[in-house]
DNA sequence: TGCAGCATGTAACCTGTTACATGATTAG
DNA sequence: CTAATCATGTAACAGGTTACATGCTGCA
């Protein structure tokens, strides 16, 4: 059986980049070395134990390329349980949960959707990411009223900064949800 | 000798607390619960190892308050040594890669600044944050640019967030400099 | 010749998660 | 009486960090 799920936000990270083309470790670790996705350690003892784990739990499989060569290489493309598995992830539904600890994994996610999840399944993640985000808006906002006054300057502007925060990435959940429903629902519907 | 610096935010989270006021680790727990510092896991396998580091590494001190009575509290103080440590830790430069890899420290640091640290050095902090975050800001708006009309939609998108993260930190900083400097500058300067 | 990049790994260590465990107090 | 809260811990496990280790290729 060896049921090992996705078992952590770098995990995911490589199962959607698989999702878009074959890399080996070395490939992956460049990609979060030289572009946004750079949350990710590149280092080796990170991302070599995790395509380990993926291989073994079934979600990938790794062919070695050119095995006669001086520099051979091990290129991994998602398999079929892999796809479901990635698929069934970002399907989960947005928590406030989610939104409160774990906004990194919520954007991830959503990156890796168009080509995975349908148009109305995009729409409802990005609508409850919205919602969700305004709600825990409201309760930052909140604290900062009752709790601001009495707190140091540097400790109420922190909470300021949070507050900043959520609410640009509301402001970028509704926009993007507007966008999405009048330029994707027509052509972007690839469940 | 046992020179255990801070070894986590977790760590440095209960020393800027303990800064304000002596706490026990059920109190700390409610904190991490019921405040926006809820980034921290206020689960009893976290946070009492962590206290017992802290005071192996002589940086706090518990005495046990009520140990007569059937429900004693170990209460948590900062000594000289943590006092040291943890000005010393809110002094260290930001840098880009603080900045990209560790925001979530550098707002941590900065809640915790007031009465440590005098007013230049939390002037001197924000325009760093500044300037590093707007620097960031333009390497992401240049992927955006380069990258971005050759990624799927939600791809993009989650970039786009990216940016405006960081846009909306940027804005907050240089925001909260000027009030410093108006405000703060004055009264505030208590090294 | 030497250095940067390609390419893959291992091992020790450390922190945090999850779950378990114990027992007293207070409010309904 | 019983559930929530107060209050403190332990133990297994897992994942990431850091450092070490190896060897080839291409370029200046």
Redesign the pocket.
Known sequence: MTK??I?????LAILGLLAGRPM???????VFRTTAMTA??????????????LAQGGLIE?T???QD???????FRLGKRGRTALAGSLERPVTRDDVV?RMDSLLLRFSFMSGLLGAGEIAAFLRRLAEETEGYLGVLEAELRTSGPGLPFTGRAALAQGVESYRATARWARKTLEEWIKTGSAKGGSK
């Open positions: 090992q799920n078992d952590s936000d770098l995990s080996s470790g070395y490939d992956l670790r460049k990710f350690s590149d280092s080796p003892g990170a991302v070599y134990p995790a395509l380990r784990r790794g070695i390329e050119g060569t001086l520099r051979p290489r091990q290129v600890h």
